[in-house]
């Protein structure tokens, strides 16, 4: 995991947000290649959950929603954590945490032999409070949301009749949540401001176990198929009704290998200590968002059925993914140490830039000039990195850090038969290419 952190740092992946003034505990921004690698992930997400399928359609809500929304959802009272306070020290943690509380009672205090004592567990809410409007007095009292379903619920009807769709169908959203997290941690895994990736599948009440099970194995095979990662590092993990959110009646996680911690079904993987980590979740929601909604608002929010004109309120089977945690997913998996290099082996849909081109020599212009027009040629087809410094093969390893598919090198004999040498990331073979035919061939491979 520190290596993996080092280098995201190293290449522009992820640094700590706000540095120059100390930075802000679980804050990151991310850089150029952590865009595009987020970015990407983003893309495919889209492209399997909506754009290859018939029966979902996308929408875009807003952070800020009219408060009604939340207490209609449950969340003013049920979207809580238990928090204890270290009577010492005074730190604040969940109380469901067992790992965060039993390192805390291990390194506290430094001296003085204090033994730690908790205060009794109190429901702290996580939803983010602001105001709209001068005065900051309870009836400008607004939310930042803490899930991206409600947009998808109090637009149902909408979006219905907007796009004819007939159930069973699903609305899907990518977009940033908020929750005022007591315990956060391990690099981007857990923050207070992340994106959610998210369907509501919308079905005919008694059919959502039918549509549950085959959501489980869409999303399984995202992860394997499309994210490439490992089966190895992934489980299926089924709630228990004590552990269930205030709307589910059953829920699962998929679940990924992190190097930390030491937490249920942890075990040792190489060399290290491993904990599984929600990386997507399903959950079974009923019609407990639309009936409250409906109760609230005092409209109608109930499914017409076009063929015998009957009126209910369908049950939601509900797919999400943490794009934060994805990315941190398909940094580990693709992470390789190797005799003389360390090489991140993304899939190459996924990889930040597509291919790399070099000029052998910098201080040749004839070569420089080459590479330039190639790489302004491919630029508008893929996106590509330019690297002059140093070495070649200085400049192979600075892109198999990055998980740059291909790297690119114009030579001499580039300017006496207009081929180039394009090496492989994986393999690290390479091959001569014609520069006009450059194009096509990565098109290809990248597929």
């Not at 769709?165 to 699903?170: D, M, N, V, Y």
């Not at 420089?368 to 002059?388: C, G, K, N, Q, S």
């Amino acid at each position: 995991m520190e290596k993996v952190v080092s280098l995201c740092k190293r290449r522009g992946f992820v640094f700590p947000g706000s540095e120059i003034y100390g930075g802000l505990a679980n804050s990151w921004d991310f850089g150029h290649a952590g865009t595009e690698l987020f970015n990407n992930i983003g893309s495919l997400w889209w492209k399997k959950f909506v754009q290859e399928r018939d029966d979902v359609v996308g929408i875009r809500g807003p952070v800020i929603m009219n408060p009604k929304v939340w207490e209609a959802s449950g969340h003013l009272k049920n979207f809580t954590d238990p928090l204890v306070e270290c009577k010492v020290c005074h730190q604040r943690l969940r109380a469901d945490q067992t790992d965060e509380l039993k390192a805390h009672a291990e390194t506290h205090p430094p001296a003085g032999g204090e033994k730690v004592e908790w205060t009794k567990p109190k429901n702290f809410n996580l939803l983010f409070k602001t105001f709209i409007g001068p005065v900051e007095d309870a009836a400008a009292t607004a939310y930042l949301r803490g899930e991206l379903a409600q947009t998808m619920f109090t637009d149902f009807k909408l979006m219905a009749e907007a796009t004819r769709k007939k159930l069973p169908f699903g609305i899907a959203q990518i977009g940033k949540a908020f929750r005022n997290e007591i315990t956060t941690g391990n690099f981007i895994f857990r923050t207070k401001e992340f994106t959610i990736a998210e369907v509501e599948y919308f079905v005919r009440p008694g059919e959502e176990d039918k549509y549950f099970n085959e959501w489980a194995d869409f999303m399984e095979k995202f992860l394997t198929e499309n994210c490439k990662l490992k089966t190895e590092n992934l489980r299926r993990y089924e709630h228990s009704k004590e552990s269930l959110a205030h709307y589910s009646k059953g829920t699962i996680d998929i679940e990924y290998k992190f190097p930390w911690g030491q937490g249920e079904g942890s075990s040792a993987a190489g060399g290290g200590i491993a904990s599984w980590g929600e990386l997507m979740g399903l959950a079974s929601r009923t019609d407990y968002d639309l009936k409250n909604h409906e109760k609230l608002s005092g409209r109608n929010l109930k499914y017409r059925d076009p063929d015998t004109g009957d009126e209910f309120l369908p049950f939601v089977v509900e797919p999400t993914a943490g794009l934060e945690r994805l990315m941190l997913a398909v940094l580990l998996d693709g992470y390789h140490e190797e005799k003389d290099r360390v090489v991140l082996k993304l899939d190459p849909r996924l990889a930040p830039y597509k291919a790399a081109v070099f000029p052998l020599l910098a201080n040749k212009p004839q070569l420089v000039e080459l590479a330039r027009e190639i790489y302004d040629d491919l630029r508008r087809h893929f996106m590509v990195d330019w690297d002059d410094r140093g070495n070649i093969g200085k400049r192979y390893y600075s892109q198999d850090e990055i998980g740059t598919p291909f790297c690119i090198t114009v030579d001499f004999d580039s300017l006496k038969d207009q081929t180039v040498t394009v090496r492989d990331r994986d393999t690290m073979q390479q091959e001569r290419v014609r520069a006009v035919d450059l194009a096509m061939y990565l098109e290809d491979r990248l597929k």
